[in-house]
């Protein structure tokens, strides 16, 4: 089974540049995350889908990022203008919806390193 | 706002020892908690969920919970230098139905 793929692995740009990140989780995988992981941190939540649908966007500075899963499959995620603080890993995760309509365990993706100087 | 504390350590422990990592939480509605294992540079990945009180053990890992005192902890024994790396805390409410992470335990077992 394909795990959670991420692109592009590695991005690097000038802090006012734009950067869009890109997700495709476990086939089957109604719910996807977008995590923003700071070097010595946890990843902390920056928005919930669920199929095409936002479940949690709470925590996404909305000024500069935007996230979007039109067909409920892959997402994309992408940040404009950036800032030099929007320095971390970009993780995507997806679970399953279980038949009671429960989240499962989260699986990861590699992660996209986004380094703005 | 929910949070989860974990020491940041580093921890040491010498190789065959046995490691303790502790978690705490502040959301009571919480009903489901992962430990999961981040190596330098790679991502997080599952080792360990445990959603009701007491032990539950899985090869060299035991994973303990404590609703009343808002309480999970991961035991590993016989402590492997390839078990040095992060160990993330992780709690899931049924309300909200995401993940709050901790900062991470870095965990440095020594040969």
Known sequence: EAGVAQSPRYKII???QSVAFWCNPISGHA???WYQQILGQGPKLLIQFQNNGVVDDSQLPKDRFSAERLKGVDSTLKIQPAKLEDSAVYLCASSLVTHRGRIGELFFGEGSRLTVL | ??????????LSVPEGAIASLNCTYSDRGSQSFFWYRQYSGKSPELIM??????D????RFTAQLNK???YVSLLIRDSQPSDSATY???VRDNYGQNFVFGPGTRLSVLP
């Open chain 1, 14 to 16: 000038e802090k006012r």
């Open chain 1, 31 to 33: 719910t996807l995350y």
């Open chain 2, 1 to 10: 706002q929910k949070e989860v504390e974990q020491n940041s350590g580093p």
């Open chain 2, 49 to 54: 969920s445990i959603y009701s009180n007491g």
């Open chain 2, 56 to 59: 539950k053990e899985d090869g």
């Open chain 2, 68 to 70: 009343a005192s808002q």
């Open chain 2, 88 to 90: 993330l805390c992780a």
